[in-house]
């Protein structure tokens, strides 16, 4: 009996080109499908922990910011650096998944809540202790007054000297119907007899002061 080793050779070198292909096509597959399976279980993971947040959120509950280091505006890596503050921005919980806030554009304005509200190393949730929901409302329709209005860049800044020599008010300020994230939050409590800070600090508040205030606790 003849051995064709010609035929042999080639029936083996097919079957190492299938292997071949077959190894290709499950690498590609991976490749091309892996990325969008990770970052769809990611947002189904990190969703799931987001509702959870929003289950246990109250209106007017105060949550603050602490973003990463290389994420800072010059003014809130100067709050952090300067003033020795781990939270630069304040948020006021307003219900139905909002918030009202201050932006360097268009200062107060509502927006949805964070994406990625439920990280504890960014965000901290605070509650006004003994606030029932009458007055929860009360201070959410107080803040919303302030809808619209424009941000203090001038108090904002001139609060960090006014703070290091000891002054009551920033050393600068614009008209008075400006304000900031921290100062709209004091505000709106105010309104209601609800003092977060003794009056002497009212004028160059910022959001580590709300994050020390008697008044409130951790949620």
């Not at 603050?64 to 809130?76: D, E, F, K």
């Not at 007055?135 to 803040?143: C, L, P, T």
């Not at 003092?195 to 600090?201: F, H, V």
Request: glycine share 4%.
């Amino acid at each position: 009996m003849r051995i064709n080793i010609t035929s042999i050779r080639r029936r083996f070198s097919r079957k190492k080109r299938v292997r071949t292909y077959i190894r290709g096509f499950a690498r590609y597959l991976f490749e091309g499908l892996w990325p969008p399976v990770r970052a769809f279980w990611h947002y189904l993971s990190g969703e799931a922990k987001r509702q959870a947040v929003v289950a246990r959120l109250r209106k007017a509950d105060i949550i603050l910011a602490s973003p990463r280091i290389t994420t800072l505006s010059a003014v809130a890596l100067t709050y952090r650096l300067v003033l020795r503050s781990r939270y630069v921005h304040s948020i006021l919980y307003i219900g139905d998944g909002r918030v009202v806030h201050t932006t360097a554009k268009d200062g107060v304005v509502v927006n949805k809540l964070p994406r990625s509200i439920f990280r504890g190393d960014r965000y901290e949730i605070f509650r006004v202790k003994n606030l029932d929901r009458e007055k929860r409302d009360q201070v959410v329709a107080e803040a919303l007054k302030w809808r619209n209005r424009k941000l203090d860049f001038a108090g904002l800044i001139t609060t960090i000297p006014s703070r290091l020599m000891g002054l009551r008010k920033p050393l600068l300020m614009w008209e008075k119907n400006r304000i900031w994230c921290s100062k709209l939050v004091y505000k709106a409590f105010i309104a209601e007899n609800i003092e977060l800070l003794p009056p002497e600090k009212a004028e160059r508040i910022t959001s580590e002061d709300l994050s020390r205030s008697s008044a409130v606790e951790r949620v």
